[in-house]
């Protein structure tokens, strides 16, 4: 029902930072919890953050707390993920995801996904 689309990936060196978008196509993104995952080859896929759909509550995966970021604005029906200290461990597609209502931490919870953004951490 929700049409995403992630942009901002790129190469990055270790340490480095990079901004992630994700716009949703649909009238009411104001309705909509907001996650990011990320998958490498080999791996499974592993949630990286979470925002509730009016911005006031947002989680994150362990393995990135203190050096990512999320944030939303509805008025441009769009998510952002700063993404700080990089490192190439974090070399992965990510993938933005939205459900109704209440923000989930596991992918089952979510009901549209993007196409996906590579992003390549080097050392």
């Known amino acids: 029902q929700v049409q995403l689309v992630e942009s901002g990936g790129g190469l990055v060196q270790a340490g480095g930072s990079l901004r992630l978008s994700c716009t949703a196509s649909v009238l009411t993104f104001g309705s909509y919890a907001m996650g990011w995952f990320r998958q490498a080859p080999g791996k499974e896929r592993e949630f990286v953050t979470a925002i509730s759909a009016g911005g006031g509550s947002r989680y994150y995966g362990n393995s990135v707390k203190g050096r990512f970021t999320i944030s939303r604005d509805n008025a441009k029906n769009t998510v952002y993920l700063r993404m700080n200290s990089l490192k190439p461990e974090d070399t992965a597609v990510y993938y933005c995801?939205?459900?109704?209502?209440?923000?989930?931490?596991?992918?089952?919870?979510?009901?549209?996904w993007g196409q996906g953004t590579q992003v390549t951490v080097s050392s």
């Open positions: 995801a939205a459900k109704l209502r209440v923000l989930g931490t596991t992918a089952n919870d979510y009901d549209s």
